[in-house]
């Protein structure tokens, strides 16, 4: 069984920066992508960051140059630290991991914007 943990989500005041983080546990023999996506109320979930096994990043246009994606193989964890932080940013966001060829989800942290 694989497990997704994410953790670091919170309340804070626009322009700040929050770092969130998702450990993958259970019975891995190899994480290939992983990713970070968000959903806000009444929206779809959208990606916000991903990358690759050997460290390839792809970013959201809303997010770039305020958000870096990285990953930590040996721990099996992914980070996403979230720079500027705006308003439009709240939301849940929920860590991805392909994990034995299957998709896998976390439970999603929150995090909220205030102006």
């Known amino acids: 069984q694989v497990q997704l943990v994410e953790s670091g989500g919170g309340l804070v005041q626009a322009g700040r920066s929050l770092r969130l983080s998702c450990v993958v546990s259970?019975?891995?023999?190899?994480?290939?992508?992983m990713g970070w996506y968000r959903q806000a109320p009444g929206k779809q979930r959208e990606l916000v960051a991903s990358?690759?096994?050997?460290?390839?990043?792809n970013y959201a246009e809303s997010v770039k140059g305020r958000f870096t994606i990285s990953r930590d193989n040996a721990k099996n964890t992914v980070y996403l630290q979230m720079n500027s932080l705006k308003p439009e940013d709240t939301a849940d966001y929920y860590c991805?991991?392909?994990?034995?060829?299957?998709?896998?989800w976390g439970q999603g942290t929150q995090v909220t914007v205030s102006s």
């Open positions: 991805n991991a392909f994990v034995g060829g299957l998709s896998r």
């Open positions: 990358i690759t096994r050997g460290g390839s990043t």
């Open positions: 259970g019975s891995i023999f190899r994480i290939n992508d």
